[in-house]
T-cell receptor, first 115, second 114 residues
Framework: KAGVTQTPRYLIKTRGQQVTLSCSPI?????VSWYQQTPGQGLQFLFE???????NKGNFPGRFSGRQFSNSRSEMNVSTLELGDSALYLC??????????????FGNGTRLTVT | AQSVTQLDSQVPVFEEAPVELRCNYS??????LFWYVQYPNQGLQLLLK??????LVKGINGFEAEFNKSQTSFHLRKPSVHISDTAEYFC????????????FGDGTTLTVKP
């Protein structure tokens, strides 16, 4: 079974631009979460989508948004990029079958550098 | 709300020595507990999880962890480490009633020296 796929692996953008990151979950996984990882802040939860609906949201400004499609693929968008948005963005999927405690399966991340 | 504290940011150890990575958590609701490992330039992989039942859980690569409810701890152990265990380890919790939102600790970098 293929793992979680994130594209692209690397991105370099300029301040003020916007960016879209893509995540394809493991087949059959309906929950997709996004995390920002930086050396100073560690892993910060951005949001979680389940069946095309945002179910949970972290404490990030409105410049960070996401969506999920009917095939469970998800995209994350960051508008008006700031230098502090430079980070590794990780997508994780999990199986929701009514049994909680399903672990997260992570992709290898998208490394975003804002200059 | 939940919080996770990993008590050691860096743990250096010699090959074949035992190791313990410490994790304490705080939560107002019941939680599930996880340990993940991250190798350079990769995402996180699940090592083990505690959902219920026996407080000692075994995971992949010879790791195990013990859940202590009274001390709200979930320490990770391995009796004999290998060079290949060098990586960053994350402790995480997710509320039982909202399993889609996990909170991670800041990570512990385990460095195994020959």
């Amino acid at each position: 079974k293929a793992g979680v796929t994130q594209t692209p692996r690397y991105l370099i953008k300029t301040r003020g631009q916007q960016v879209t990151l893509s995540c394809s979950p493991i087949s059959g996984h309906r929950s997709v979460s996004w995390y920002q990882q930086t050396p100073g802040q560690g892993l910060q939860f951005l949001f979680e989508y389940f069946s095309e609906t945002q179910r949970n949201k972290g404490n990030f400004p409105g410049r960070f948004s996401g969506r999920q499609f009917s095939n469970s693929r998800s995209e994350m968008n960051v508008s008006t990029l700031e230098l502090g948005d430079s980070a590794l963005y990780l997508c994780a999927s999990s199986l929701e079958s009514g049994v909680y405690g399903s672990p997260l399966h992570f992709g290898n991340g998208t490394r975003l550098t804002v200059t | 709300a939940q919080s996770v504290t990993q008590l050691d940011s860096q743990v250096p150890v010699f090959e074949e020595a035992p190791v313990e990575l410490r994790c304490n958590y705080s939560s107002s609701v019941s939680v599930y507990l996880f340990w993940y490992v991250q190798y350079p330039n990769q995402g996180l992989q699940l090592l083990l999880k505690y959902l219920s039942g026996s407080t000692l859980v075994k995971g992949i690569n010879g790791f195990e962890a013990e859940f202590n409810k009274s001390q709200t701890s979930f320490h990770l152990r391995k009796p004999s480490v290998h060079i290949s265990d060098t990586a960053e380890y994350f402790c995480a919790v997710s509320p039982r009633t909202n399993a889609g939102k996990s909170t991670f600790g800041d990570g512990t970098t385990l460095t195994v020296k020959p």
